[in-house]
């Protein structure tokens, strides 16, 4: 069976009581080759270098295109999530799941009510043992 591209595009925002998660549907294979595939599993941790991400849901639902669902409303209250998603093709127990997509993190300030903030693993700054860490800044 043939190994679905990972996701991309994958975006995050993070609301007082939830966060909204959102990819581009994948349609090829790691070998150029169009794929449908079965569904997407999300994963997902509290702390951003993911030392603890763990499988928090696998999305196997479709929508009106036929295409498996391709947003996930967590309704995890966190101040920090940071998740990844992988495709998966077949059925179990011949599942098989693409690599992972880059990371998204979403980050709740303390009084925020309904505010919109994305961040990407290449454009955030984490305070980390005292040091802060400027990612790039693209």
Do not use: C
């Amino acid at each position: 069976m043939p190994t679905p591209n990972a996701p991309v595009n994958v975006h995050v925002i993070a609301k007082a009581n939830y966060n909204i998660l959102w990819w581009d549907v994948v349609t090829m294979d790691t070998g150029g080759s169009p794929i449908g595939v079965s569904g997407y599993r999300i994963y997902n941790g509290y702390y951003v270098n993911e030392s603890d991400q763990a499988v928090k849901v696998d999305i196997t639902t479709f929508n009106v295109d036929g295409n498996a669902d391709t947003i996930y409303v967590d309704m995890d209250s966190a101040n920090i999530v940071a998740y990844r998603v992988t495709a998966l093709v077949g059925t179990a127990p011949s599942v098989v799941e693409s690599s992972k997509s880059d990371k998204v993190v979403a980050v709740k300030s303390p009084s925020q009510t309904d505010t919109k903030l994305e961040l990407l693993d290449r454009k955030i700054m984490i305070l980390d043992e005292g040091k802060l860490d400027e990612g790039l800044l693209t």
